[in-house]
T-cell receptor
Framework: EAGVVQSPRYKIIEKKQPVAFWCNPI?????LYWYLQNLGQGPELLIR????????DSQLPKDRFSAERLKGVDSTLKIQPAELGDSAVYLC????????????????FGEGSRLTVL | KQEVTQIPAALSVPEGENLVLNCSFT??????LQWFRQDPGKGLTSLLL?????REQTSGRLNASLDKSSGRSTLYIAASQPGDSATYLC?????????FGKGTSLLVTP
């Protein structure tokens, strides 16, 4: 079974340029997460989707970041314009959410997209 | 907000030793706790998931325990090997997403 697939793995851009990351979750997983990981730190949640709905985007810097999950499967995360401080690894994860309550499922992560902003 | 702390931040042990990694969390109302491994430049690999109703989970040489009331979890690695060298992260699920610690960087020397 294929795992969570992310692309691109690496991206180098100049500041003020736009960038987009793509994520394909594990088949059948209806919950998708975007996390940000800085060097030497644990991942921090940016946004969580249940199917097509963004149920938690409180940590997403909405002035420059946007995300979408069309048809409740693939997702894209966009930054426009990028700033130097956005250099980090952007991780996508998915899980199977239980309709009977909060998610108790196991999260599976992709390899991440490493962004360098010059 | 859930705060997750991992101790120690780094650990170096000779091959063959048994070792314990510690994880503590501030809000005991968690639904599960998950341990991950992260190799340099890679994503996170799930090692063990402990549901809130469970006390421990085992996979091969790994054993994770959970004490919700005290807000603690431990990851026990038996007979460590150089291939175990990586960063180990714990994450507490307080309802809708995981809150991560900063990880323990483990080096197992031959």
């Amino acid at each position: 079974e294929a795992g969570v697939v992310q692309s691109p793995r690496y991206k180098i851009i100049e500041k003020k340029q736009p960038v987009a990351f793509w994520c394909n979750p594990i088949s059948g997983h209806n919950t998708l997460y975007w996390y940000l990981q800085n060097l030497g730190q644990g991942p921090e949640l940016l946004i969580r989707y249940e199917n097509e709905e963004a149920v938690d985007d409180s940590q997403l810097p909405k002035d420059r970041f946007s995300a979408e999950r069309l048809k409740g499967v693939d997702s894209t995360l966009k930054i426009q314009p990028a700033e130097l401080g956005d250099s980090a690894v952007y991780l996508c994860a998915s899980s199977l959410w239980s309709p009977t309550g909060p998610n108790t499922g196991e999260l599976f992560f992709g390899e991440g997209s490493r962004l360098t902003v010059l | 907000k859930q705060e997750v702390t991992q101790i120690p931040a780094a650990l170096s042990v000779p091959e063959g030793e048994n070792l314990v990694l510690n994880c503590s969390f501030t809000d005991s109302a968690i639904y599960n706790l998950q341990w991950f491994r992260q190799d340099p430049g890679k994503g996170l690999t799930s090692l063990l998931l402990i549901q809130s109703s469970q006390r421990e989970q085992t996979s091969g040489r790994l054993n994770a325990s959970l004490d919700k009331s005290s807000g603690r979890s431990t990851l026990y690695i038996a007979a460590s090997q150089p291939g175990d060298s990586a960063t180990y992260l714990c994450a507490a699920n307080s309802g809708y997403a995981l809150n991560f610690g900063k990880g323990t960087s483990l080096l197992v020397t031959p």
